[in-house]
C-alpha cells in the first residue's frame, strides 16, 4: 500500500501540472448556518457571525484563498414543532438541513470548498448530503469528542446534534425511523468511508454501532498512543486504499481540550491539543482531496468569560486557515521575489 506521503506527492504533482499556481487556486464558499435545534442551549446561533468577526474571510484571503461568502441561512420557525418519540425539535432540524443541502450542493456546483459555520453538529446532516449530491461518494472524517451517531432510538437525549451521522450512513437506513421533514434524506455514506478522529464520550449504543459496522475510529486513546502524525497518515491511507474520495471534515470545536475552545455546549476533559487540532487541518488539506468543511458548536454563551470566547473562536479560525494552506512554517505566494536593492 503506498503511503500516505507518495500519496500526497502524487495529489501534489497532478495538481500543480494542472495549477502552475497551486495554492492560489483555493478557493472557498462560506455558509452561515446560524441554527441551535438541534440541541438545547441558546447561542450556539451566533457562531457564524463571531467566527467571521475574528477575521476569517480576509484571513482566508491573505494566504492566497478565493472566497465567496454566500451568507447567513435563514430558517423558518416551527410552531408546533412536538417531540417525535424522544426526539426533539424533528421538523425544525428537517426542514433546516434541506435548507442547508441545497444551499451546500450549490457552493460545490459553483466549484469552491464548502465551508460551513454553524450552528449546532445536527447541521452536518444537510452540509454532507448537499456535498454528496453534488460530487457523489465521499470519505467522512469526523474530528469530535463524542460519535454523533445514536439513532433515535438509542438516544439517551433525544438531542438530533447527538445523531446526524446515523440519518447519514446506508448500513443504518433500516433503524431509523420515519420522521416527519426528513423525507428527503437518502443516506449517502458508507461505513467503510467514515474515520472518526478524538473520541472521549461514547453513548453505549454508538459504541455497540461502530463495533457492529466496524467504523475506524482513532479516540483520544489512539491519539494519545500513536501521535497525532500517525494517526493523519493512517487515517489518509486508510481513505486512499480504495478509490480517493473527496473528503467531508467534520469538526465539532469540542474535539479540542476544553482549557483552549471552553465556550462550547458539552466540553469534555481530555481533548486534542491546538497543536494536534490545528495538524489534523494541515494534513487533510495537503491531500489535495479536502472539498467540504463544517466548524461547529462555538457557543459565546458557554464561555466564562471574554477571554473563553476569544480563544475559542480564535481556534476555529485557525483551524479552517489550516484547512486552506495556512502552513505554521510560513507561507509564500508562488511568485514572490526578493526586492532588489
Given at each position: 500500500?503506498?503511503s500516505?506521503?507518495?500519496?500526497?506527492?502524487?495529489?501534489?504533482?497532478?495538481?500543480?501540472?494542472?495549477?502552475?499556481h497551486?495554492?492560489?487556486e483555493?478557493s472557498?464558499?462560506i455558509?452561515g448556518?446560524?441554527?441551535?435545534?438541534?440541541?438545547?442551549?441558546?447561542?450556539?446561533?451566533?457562531?457564524?457571525d463571531?467566527?467571521?468577526a475574528?477575521?476569517?474571510?480576509?484571513?482566508?484571503?491573505?494566504?492566497g484563498?478565493?472566497?465567496?461568502?454566500y451568507?447567513?441561512?435563514?430558517?423558518e420557525?416551527?410552531?408546533?414543532?412536538e417531540p417525535?418519540g424522544?426526539v426533539?425539535?424533528?421538523r425544525?432540524?428537517?426542514?433546516?438541513n434541506?435548507?442547508?443541502?441545497?444551499?451546500?450542493?450549490?457552493?460545490?456546483k459553483?466549484?469552491r470548498?464548502?465551508?460551513?459555520?454553524?450552528?449546532?453538529?445536527?447541521?452536518?446532516?444537510?452540509?454532507?448530503?448537499?456535498h454528496?449530491?453534488?460530487?457523489?461518494?465521499?470519505?467522512v472524517v469526523?474530528?469530535?469528542?463524542h460519535?454523533?451517531?445514536?439513532?433515535?432510538?438509542?438516544s439517551?437525549t433525544?438531542?438530533?446534534?447527538?445523531?446526524?451521522?446515523?440519518?447519514?450512513?446506508?448500513?443504518?437506513h433500516?433503524?431509523?425511523p420515519?420522521?416527519?421533514?426528513?423525507?428527503?434524506?437518502?443516506p449517502?455514506?458508507s461505513?467503510?468511508?467514515?474515520?472518526?478522529?478524538?473520541?472521549?464520550?461514547?453513548?453505549?449504543?454508538?459504541?455497540?454501532?461502530?463495533?457492529?459496522?466496524?467504523?475506524?475510529?482513532f479516540?483520544?486513546?489512539?491519539?494519545?498512543?500513536?501521535?497525532?502524525?500517525?494517526?493523519?497518515?493512517?487515517?489518509?491511507?486508510?481513505?486512499s486504499?480504495?478509490?480517493?474520495?473527496?473528503i467531508?471534515?467534520?469538526?465539532?470545536?469540542d474535539?479540542?481540550d476544553?482549557?483552549?475552545?471552553?465556550?462550547?455546549?458539552?466540553?469534555?476533559?481530555?481533548?486534542?491539543?491546538?497543536?494536534?487540532?490545528?495538524y489534523?487541518?494541515?494534513?487533510?488539506?495537503q491531500?489535495?482531496?479536502?472539498?467540504?468543511?463544517?466548524?461547529v458548536?462555538?457557543?459565546?454563551?458557554r464561555?466564562?468569560?471574554?477571554?473563553?470566547?476569544r480563544?475559542t473562536?480564535s481556534?476555529?479560525?485557525?483551524?479552517?486557515?489550516?484547512?486552506?494552506?495556512?502552513?505554521?512554517?510560513?507561507?509564500?505566494?508562488?511568485?514572490?521575489?526578493l526586492?532588489?536593492?
Open positions: 500500500m503506498r500516505a506521503r507518495t500519496l500526497q506527492q502524487l495529489a501534489l504533482s497532478v495538481s500543480r501540472r494542472h495549477h502552475h497551486h495554492h492560489q483555493r472557498a464558499g455558509i448556518a446560524p441554527f441551535s435545534k438541534g440541541q438545547p442551549r441558546g447561542g450556539v446561533e451566533s457562531g457564524p463571531l467566527i467571521r475574528a477575521g476569517l474571510l480576509q484571513r482566508l484571503q491573505e494566504q484563498c478565493a472566497v465567496k461568502d451568507g447567513n441561512l435563514t430558517f420557525e416551527v410552531a408546533d414543532d417525535v424522544q426533539k425539535r424533528v425544525a432540524v428537517g426542514g433546516a434541506q435548507r442547508l443541502s441545497e444551499a451546500v450542493r450549490a457552493v460545490k459553483d466549484g470548498t464548502s465551508v460551513m459555520l454553524g450552528g449546532d453538529h445536527s447541521l452536518a446532516i444537510g452540509s454532507i448530503h448537499g454528496s449530491a453534488a460530487v457523489g461518494e465521499l470519505s469526523w474530528v469530535d469528542a460519535a454523533d451517531i445514536n439513532t433515535p432510538l438509542t439517551p433525544g438531542n438530533i446534534h447527538g445523531q446526524p451521522m446515523s440519518y447519514l450512513l446506508h448500513e443504518l433500516a433503524k431509523v420515519v420522521l416527519p421533514n426528513f423525507s428527503w434524506i437518502k449517502c455514506v461505513a467503510k468511508d467514515l474515520v472518526y478522529i478524538g473520541l472521549r464520550d461514547v453513548d453505549p449504543g454508538e459504541h455497540y454501532i461502530l463495533k457492529l459496522l466496524g467504523v475506524k475510529v479516540s483520544m486513546s489512539e491519539v494519545d498512543k500513536l501521535g497525532v502524525a500517525r494517526v493523519m497518515e493512517e487515517t489518509c491511507d486508510y481513505l486504499a480504495r478509490v480517493k474520495k473527496p467531508h471534515l467534520s469538526y465539532d470545536i474535539a479540542i476544553p482549557s483552549v475552545t471552553p465556550a462550547t455546549g458539552t466540553p469534555v476533559v481530555g481533548g486534542l491539543t491546538y497543536r494536534e487540532g490545528v489534523i487541518t494541515e494534513h487533510l488539506c491531500t489535495g482531496l479536502l472539498s467540504g468543511v463544517d466548524l458548536e462555538v457557543n459565546p454563551l464561555g466564562q468569560t471574554e477571554q473563553d470566547v480563544s473562536v481556534t476555529a479560525v485557525d483551524l479552517l486557515l489550516g484547512c486552506f494552506g495556512r502552513r505554521r512554517e510560513g507561507n509564500h505566494p508562488t511568485d514572490y521575489l526586492p532588489e536593492p
